[in-house]
T-cell receptor, first 113, second 111 residues
Framework: KAGVTQTPRYLIKTRGQQVTLSCSPISGHRSVSWYQQTPGQGLQFLFEYFSETQRNKGNFPGRFSGRQFSNSRSEMNVSTLELGDSALYLCASSLEAEGTEAFFGQGTRLTVV | GQNIDQPTEMTATEGAIVQINCTYQ??????LFWYQQHAGEAPTFLSY????GLEEKGRFSSFLSRSKGYSYLLLKELQMKDSASYLC????????????FGQGTELSVKP
């Protein structure tokens, strides 16, 4: 069974640009969550999608958005990039929405210059 | 509010036992996860506790006390490869799959 796949693995962008990250969950998993990981803040919840609907949203500005497709694949988008957006972006998939083990992808390392 | 605390770093000796504590203050607690994360890699699932008590999985055990808002991860027969960050995360009732993470405990295992 394939794990959670995130693309791309590494990305370098310039301030002001926008970026789209992709996550393919484990087959059969309907819940996809996104997290931002930085040395100072640790792992911070961005949002969660379940059956193509956003179920939860963290405390991030509106520049951060996402969506989920009918095949459960998810994308997140960050517009008007800032230096502080440099981070490891992790996607986690789980079978159900609540109280089940979440499996993480390898992450996308975004560097904003 | 929601708050999760764990020590920033710990050091232990190969072959020894180490206990990593995690305290939490959340409303609507559903369950607690422990993840291991090696540098540059994805977090990997270690354990999930919903009820009070000890869950054992080989060299790793996790304990939960809901009334005290306290959990610990116990690692026995430490190996060098256990050097990693250990993340405590809480799932809150009625918030789907959202996990609230502690800052992580960086464990260094010395020979």
């Amino acid at each position: 069974k394939a794990g959670v796949t995130q693309t791309p693995r590494y990305l370098i962008k310039t301030r002001g640009q926008q970026v789209t990250l992709s996550c393919s969950p484990i087959s059969g998993h309907r819940s996809v969550s996104w997290y931002q990981q930085t040395p100072g803040q640790g792992l911070q919840f961005l949002f969660e999608y379940f059956s193509e609907t956003q179920r939860n949203k963290g405390n991030f500005p509106g520049r951060f958005s996402g969506r989920q497709f009918s095949n459960s694949r998810s994308e997140m988008n960050v517009s008007t990039l800032e230096l502080g957006d440099s981070a490891l972006y992790l996607c986690a998939s789980s079978l159900e929405a609540e109280g089940t083990e979440a499996f993480f992808g390898q992450g996308t390392r975004l560097t904003v210059v | 509010g929601q708050n999760i605390d764990q020590p920033t770093e710990m050091t232990a000796t190969e072959g020894a036992i180490v206990q990593i504590n995690c305290t939490y203050q959340t409303s609507g607690f559903n369950g607690l996860f422990w993840y291991q994360q090696h540098a540059g890699e994805a977090p990997t699932f270690l354990s999930y506790n919903v009820l009070d008590g000890l869950e054992e999985k080989g060299r790793f055990s996790s304990f939960l006390s809901r009334s005290k808002g306290y959990s610990y991860l116990l690692l026995k027969e430490l190996q060098m490869k256990d050097s990693a960050s250990y993340l405590c995360a809480v799932n809150v009732y009625n918030q789907g799959g959202k996990l609230i993470f502690g800052q992580g405990t960086e464990l260094s295992v010395k020979p």
